[in-house]
């Protein structure tokens, strides 16, 4: 059963234009989202996070936003660069469980059209 | 290091033989975990290590993984018995204290269990 869901395996984009990447959750006891990237042969790295307490995040280019009732977040790259292109992973995690266990998504490739 | 380092970063080996997959943390972090991601699928938690703590192994798949970590340094992580299934990238990461936030990621171990 999948508790973290991004529906779409991929995306492309034109260059200056806006990326939005999609994440889904079913369990409601997850409160910290978190945003990876992923080139190939490379290790994820941290893009960006949010509280559930807060219902967007922005960091330069990058948005998060939460929308709790829904069970949904949605990553913005604006505007996007050939550079971005990459695997974006979803994460999330009960912060409240004492564990320090995420749940990732399957992944979304993102390419970003010169 | 500058970064968490893996080794090997491809290893083949034939059904039921057993590996070792190594990890180093970056210099300084206390906790240390384990992940591993299977063709298409998102990250999956494996394993937890936090300083002299009892590990969080809660996301081990069988009896067969089983890994160690010697005080705050390097750890590796043992498959007996492989199967066609344990093909995966085994991703560590390591983070200066115990969080849900953001992970420093090793490149990976590319897995293949002929």
């Known amino acids: 059963d999948q508790q973290v869901k991004q529906n779409s395996p991929s995306l492309s984009v034109q260059e200056g234009r806006i990326s939005i990447l999609n994440c889904d959750y079913t369990?409601?006891?997850?409160?910290?989202f978190l945003w990876y990237k992923k080139y190939p042969a490379e290790g994820p790295t941290f893009l960006i996070s949010?509280?559930?307490?807060?219902d967007k995040n922005e960091d330069g280019r990058f948005t998060v936003f939460l929308n709790k009732s829904a069970k949904h977040l949605s990553l913005h790259i604006v505007p996007s660069q050939p550079g971005d292109s990459a695997v974006y992973f979803c994460?999330?995690?009960?912060?409240?469980?004492?564990?320090?266990?995420?749940?990732f998504g399957k992944g979304t490739k993102l390419s970003v059209i010169p | 290091g500058a970064g968490v380092s893996q080794s090997p970063s491809n290893k083949v080996t034939e059904k039921g033989k057993d590996v070792e997959l190594r990890c180093d943390p970056i210099?300084?972090?206390?906790?240390l975990y384990w992940y591993r991601q299977r063709l298409g699928q998102g990250l999956e938690f494996l394993i937890y290590f936090q300083g002299n703590s009892a590990p969080d192994k809660s996301g081990l798949p069988s009896d067969r993984f089983s890994a160690e970590r010697t005080g705050e340094s390097v750890s590796t992580l043992t498959i007996q018995r492989t199967q066609q299934e344990d093909s995966a990238v085994y991703l560590c990461a390591s983070s200066f204290r115990p969080t849900n936030e953001k992970l420093f990621f090793g490149s990976g171990t590319q897995l293949s269990v002929l």
């Open positions: 369990n409601s006891m997850f409160d910290y």
């Open positions: 994460a999330a995690s009960n912060s409240g469980a004492g564990s320090y266990q995420l749940t």
């Open positions: 949010i509280s559930s307490i807060k």
């Open positions: 210099s300084g972090h206390t906790a």
